[in-house]
């Protein structure tokens, strides 16, 4: 497999994630505008779910290219680039979703982008304020270095 086709492969897989993550979102809130009972337990269960099995996908495609018996030492090396890059992203990830249920907060889910500086964090609670914000921007600043710019936050009750 080219390096091109590889790192087409990988772009896909992160725009399905995305993708995945924004529909289930919408019919999060289109369920919860329909019922008394918002699914949101189930919600962050499953945004975390599809980011960790597409993550498991693209490492599973890295280890590929990383162990293949092609003598491209550059694709290899941007393999193996790549592979710590997702590693550290998730290690990120992880932390920061620590760090705001350590603020009194039911449920987290936190993406950091591959190709961006973007965070995408939304968070389980009915009485989000500017306060609120302002703590997971404060968080995010400190951890990795965010730009509040770069910062989205979403809450959902």
Do not use: H, W
Request: hydrophobic share 45%.
């Amino acid at each position: 497999m080219s390096k091109k086709k590889k790192i087409i492969v990988l772009s896909c897989m992160i725009a399905l994630l995305v993708t995945t993550a924004v529909l289930n979102f919408v019919f999060a809130q289109s369920v919860s505008a329909n019922n008394d009972a918002t699914p949101t337990a189930s919600y962050f269960t499953e945004v975390k779910s599809t980011r960790n099995t597409s993550r498991n996908k693209q490492l599973a495609q890295i280890d590929e290219v990383i162990s293949s018996n092609v003598e491209n030492e550059d694709a290899k090396n941007e393999a193996l680039a790549m592979k710590l890059k997702i590693s550290k992203i998730m290690e990120q990830e992880n932390l920061l979703e620590n760090l705001i249920k350590a603020k009194g907060y039911d449920e987290v889910a936190v993406t950091i982008g591959m190709s961006s500086d973007n965070v995408s964090i939304i968070v389980k609670d009915a009485e989000f304020d500017q306060d609120d914000a302002i703590l997971i921007y404060t968080i995010c600043a400190n951890e990795v270095n965010a730009s509040p710019d770069n910062v989205y936050i979403q809450a959902i009750s």
